[in-house]
């Protein structure tokens, strides 16, 4: 009974893990109704003037993934696809707008402000297979991008070295 019950557990759990990043949703034939059933309630909508949606999908922080999904004016979907990549990480440049990186890569996990510098500074957790990353993006109070700092994310790192002592 037991070993059913466990088994069963572990059988949905994976059931919910399968739409995590929408493999089973099809460009061209799957509906935006489809889209937000199967990745869950977007965490910011952004529709474009030609009349397509974007849907933007944050797995943030600990799934290190955003997601977006561009629903055309029809309501079907016409891509999906991370936002967090080497690629798109790449094409950010000194004087970009906020709104464009915001297109770009999604709703960042978190927006601080830094007093001394007078920036705005939005972090996303990221990952390239196991390899835990992080990106600072830096825009000036105009909105304008100054600065990308992308490095490892030694903070998500497990502890080295020896067990700690019993006192």
């Known amino acids: 009974m037991l070993r059913t019950a466990i088994t069963c ?19 061209g ?7 937000e059933a ?20 944050s797995r943030l922080p600990f799934g290190r993934e955003i997601y977006v999904a561009t629903v055309g004016s029809d309501g079907v979907l016409r891509s999906l696809e991370r936002t ?3 690629k798109n990480i790449a094409s950010l440049k000194e004087g970009m707008q906020a709104q464009q990186v915001r297109e ?11 007093k001394l ?12 297979v196991e390899d835990r990353r992080i990106l600072w993006v830096q825009f000036s109070r105009d909105g304008q991008l100054q600065e990308v700092i992308e490095m490892h994310d030694f ?13």
């Open 9 to 27: 557990a572990a059988l949905a759990l994976l059931a919910g893990c399968a739409s995590f990043d929408g493999r089973t949703l099809v460009p």
């Open 29 to 35: 034939k799957s509906t935006r109704t489809e889209v």
């Open 38 to 57: 199967t990745m869950g309630r977007p965490a910011e909508v952004l529709t474009r003037p030609n009349g397509d949606t974007r849907l933007y999908f």
């Open 84 to 86: 967090l990549t080497r």
């Open 104 to 114: 770009l890569l999604g709703p960042p996990y978190r927006i601080v402000y830094m």
């Open 117 to 128: 510098i007078e920036r705005d500074v939005w972090e996303y957790p990221w990952r390239i």
């Open 155 to 167: 903070e998500s790192d497990v502890p080295s070295g020896p067990p700690a002592r019993a006192p």
